[in-house]
């Protein structure tokens, strides 16, 4: 009985719960006629053309733009900083690494006489032998290199390398004062 009665309350009150529910509130045609208004509140920017011809104006002199002063420093130190440093990070085209000391002068060889206009560096860290090809800024400028490579040589790839900076100059501690 206790069940049945229990029951029933939970379908009543479940029933009664699930009623229609109405909206509240106008619909979209009371809104039909809203406007706003708000150009004062908008940014408003120069006219490209006005700005490219003032830019030619002044392309004779000295740009007047604080900003550039600014970059024009900062580049400089830019430039600086990197004359000092040895080396300088980048990216290679890794044909050949192993331990066969034939196999990699082969490599190079076959390098040399079917893409002449790419510079091969063979080097030797033990105990392997590694045939890299071009020396690049970004992995960007590698992929050329590595499509016609990866043709020939199945096992090339695109590696992180360090290289040399040419033209490094050791800065002499003595000299700058320094010890």
Not at 19 to 33: I, L, R, Y
Not at 63 to 70: E, G, I, N
Not at 92 to 104: E, P
Not at 115 to 126: I, L
């Amino acid at each position: 009985m206790k069940r049945s009665l229990l029951g029933s309350f939970v379908l009543v009150f479940v029933l009664g719960s699930c009623a229609t529910v109405k909206k509240t509130g106008s619909g979209a045609e009371a809104f039909a006629n809203y406007r706003e208004d708000l150009s004062e509140t908008l940014i408003t920017f120069p006219d490209l053309a006005e700005q490219a011809n003032k830019q030619d104006a002044s392309a004779s002199g000295e740009s007047q733009l604080a900003v550039d002063a600014d970059l024009k420093i900062a580049l400089e130190k830019f430039r600086n900083g990197n004359r000092s440093e040895r080396t300088w990070n980048g990216f290679t085209v890794l044909v050949y690494s192993g331990v066969d000391r034939d196999l990699a002068f082969k490599t190079r060889n076959d390098i040399y006489s079917a893409f002449p206009e790419m510079k091969v560096d063979m080097q030797y860290q033990q105990p392997r032998y590694l045939v890299k090809v071009g020396k690049f800024i970004n992995r960007i400028e590698a992929q050329e290199y590595y499509h016609q490579l990866k043709a020939q040589f199945p096992t090339s790839r695109i590696i992180q390398d360090r290289f040399q900076r040419e033209g490094y100059v050791n800065p002499d501690p003595i000299q700058d004062g320094e010890r």
